[in-house]
């Protein structure tokens, strides 16, 4: 599957988040190697802090049906720069996705920004220090 049809879908799942503190939506999709796509939005609570992301929904749904490999990920939201995933976010997408994955962070305007998982979680914490 190539980064737009990723980048599609990310845009589909987007309007699929419940935002309605923030008003900011955000979609992910996420590509496990066997070419199975996992979409996630983000949730938002009235208890502010049991929000969760767009990419731990994408993340977490995939694991939950069996993925254990993937290539890549994309996230979209309406914002005009190109959206990274938060902390929380690259600390489980580097575990549970690994380090190799691609993250195609995209802007409003549909350019697309590709780095890898590695890059922007460097010296994760992981099992190795368990
Ligand atoms: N959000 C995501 O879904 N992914 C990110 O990478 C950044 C932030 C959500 C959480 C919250 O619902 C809203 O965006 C504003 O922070």
């Given at each position: 599957m190539s980064n737009n049809e990723l980048i599609k879908l990310s845009i589909e799942a987007k309007d699929l988040a419940r935002a309605k503190y923030s008003n900011f939506h955000v979609g992910a999709a996420l590509l496990a190697k066997n070419g199975k796509v996992y979409k996630?939005?983000?949730?938002?609570?009235?208890?502010?802090g049991l929000t969760i992301c767009a990419e731990?929904?994408?993340?977490?749904?995939?694991v939950l049906?069996?993925?254990?490999?993937?290539?890549?990920?994309?996230?979209s939201s309406d914002a005009e720069d190109f959206i990274p995933p938060c902390g929380a976010c690259r600390q489980v997408l580097a575990e549970l996705c690994g380090k190799d994955l691609d993250v195609i962070m995209t802007n409003k305007s549909g350019e697309q920004k590709v780095v890898k998982m590695n890059d922007l979680l460097p010296y994760a914490f992981d099992e190795n220090f368990l």
């Open positions: 996630g939005a983000n949730i938002e609570n009235a208890s502010y731990r929904t994408a993340a977490f749904t995939a049906n069996g993925e254990t490999e993937f290539s890549a990920i994309a996230i």
